[in-house]
């Protein structure tokens, strides 16, 4: 999945061509990964575009940032309206978003407080995250070697690009086995979460999830699907989770700004119920693309109009 440059990136403080928004190699960031970023989706809609939970997306970077020690040079408020000008300026309709917060050149040290914070946001074309028509039919997912870590060892809450090491040997081994994905479990045993998603499954109409507790992140899709499955009328249980409960699933999910909301069909080649979509979350896809694309009604407030 290549990257399709567009003619402009905010790049600490105003938009610049694609070609200019550099980074020196001697940079903190690409030394000892000290950076936080963001995935965030901006959606076609009749009303222009508009951004699935921007302001959530934009108080995590924050928080992600306090917990990493990383001062941002600029207000919520800045960033939100540097995301809109960067959509607007590259005359996208739909985009994935890219606000990225890191260490630039100073001390060589392990403590990076000396180094100046920089910021950069980027909006690039993303199609499907896992492959075509993986919306309808599903992927297939194997449980990984590797686990998620431990607590007190990396602050999992927190979106630091560092810590995305796990994940890129978490995905390497899953497509290195001729999976889409991986799951990934605890120190302890337990399901986490994907290589780079949230999980749930669905057993006898009941919708489960793990916690915050399992080393995962608080993803804002996965907290909107919650709020989206409570709405509807489902019980959804934030617990932990036995590994062969996914071998015993009716349904198993994945959701996140990349994926979406996308059914797993099988797992370590066992079949999830019917291995293909099932009801469940067929009807959280039909309630979560019909309110992005502005087809229903935005009742819980997540959308924002790039352009009022």
Not at 171 to 180: C, I, K, L, N, V
Not at 197 to 215: K, M, Y
Not at 286 to 296: C, R, S
Request: charged residues 20%; contains cysteine.
């Amino acid at each position: 999945m290549s990257i399709q440059p567009t003619p402009y990136i905010w790049f600490n403080g105003k938009l610049v061509a694609w070609d200019e928004a550099r980074v020196h190699v001697f940079a903190h960031v690409l030394h000892y990964g000290s950076s936080v970023f963001e995935g965030i989706r901006a959606y076609e809609t009749d009303r222009g575009p508009a951004v699935l939970g921007l302001g959530p997306h934009v108080r995590r970077l924050f928080d992600s940032c306090k917990i990493y020690r990383m001062p941002v040079p600029y207000t919520a408020e800045e960033i939100i309206q540097a995301i809109k000008d960067t959509i607007l300026a590259n005359e996208l309709q739909s985009c994935y978003i890219r606000p990225l917060v890191y260490r630039g050149v100073d001390g060589i040290s392990l403590d990076p407080r000396t180094c100046p914070v920089e910021v950069a946001i980027g909006t690039i074309f993303l199609g499907e995250y896992l492959g075509d028509e993986v919306l309808e039919h599903g992927v297939d997912v194997g449980v990984s070697s590797w686990q998620r870590m431990a607590p007190n060892t990396f602050p999992a809450l927190a979106k630091i690009g560092g810590q995305y090491i796990n994940s890129q040997l978490v995905t390497m081994e899953a497509h290195d086995r001729g999976f889409s994905e991986s799951v990934v479990m605890t120190t302890a045993g337990y399901v986490s979460e994907g290589g780079g998603e949230n999980l749930f499954l669905v057993q006898d109409g009941v919708i489960c999830t793990a916690p915050l507790s399992a080393s995962i992140l608080g993803g804002i899709t996965r907290r909107f699907v919650i709020q989206l499955a409570q709405d509807l009328g489902y019980e959804v249980r934030e617990q932990m989770i036995a590994r062969e409960m996914l071998y015993l699933a009716d349904e198993v999910f994945f959701t996140g700004t990349a994926v979406e909301v996308t059914p797993v069909r099988s797992v370590d080649g066992i079949q999830v119920g019917e291995g293909h979509r099932g009801p469940v979350t067929e009807r959280l896809q039909e309630q979560f693309f019909g309110i992005a694309h502005g087809k229903l009604e935005d009742r819980f407030g997540w959308m924002a109009l790039v352009q009022e």
